[in-house]
């Protein structure tokens, strides 16, 4: 069994910063590439950011410059830092990672159970 535990998040004032942070634990052999997904009221999930198990990362348009995603390979962590935040960054967080459980089986996705995030004055 693979579990992802995320923390970090909270009410921010926009301009603010918040740190999301999604630790992986359990049956883990190989971690491959992990990512932050957010999901809005009313609005489908989307990708805000990601990053390779080499550290090449991705960011969606609408956070280019203000977010930004890290790794620890040995803690099994993902981080989002969010800088300038902005009322329409609120959403639900959930972080995604492709974890393989044992040699020689595919990397699986699984899913954090998500962190919400408020920014409001």
């Known amino acids: 069994q693979v579990q992802l535990v995320e923390s970090g998040g909270g009410l921010v004032q926009p301009g603010g910063s918040l740190r999301l942070s999604c630790a992986a634990s359990g049956r883990i052999f190989r971690i491959g590439a992990m990512a932050w997904y957010r999901q809005a009221p009313g609005k489908e999930r989307e990708l805000v950011a990601g990053i390779t198990s080499e550290s090449s990362t991705n960011y969606a348009d609408s956070v280019k410059g203000r977010f930004t995603i890290s790794r620890d390979n040995a803690k099994n962590t993902v981080y989002l830092q969010m800088n300038s935040l902005k009322p329409e960054d609120t959403a639900i967080y959930y972080c995604?990672?492709?974890?393989?459980?044992?040699?020689?089986?595919?990397?699986?996705?699984?899913w954090g159970q998500g962190t919400q995030v408020t920014v409001s004055s």
């Open positions: 995604n990672t492709a974890i393989a459980t044992g040699w020689g089986r595919s990397l699986y996705d699984y």
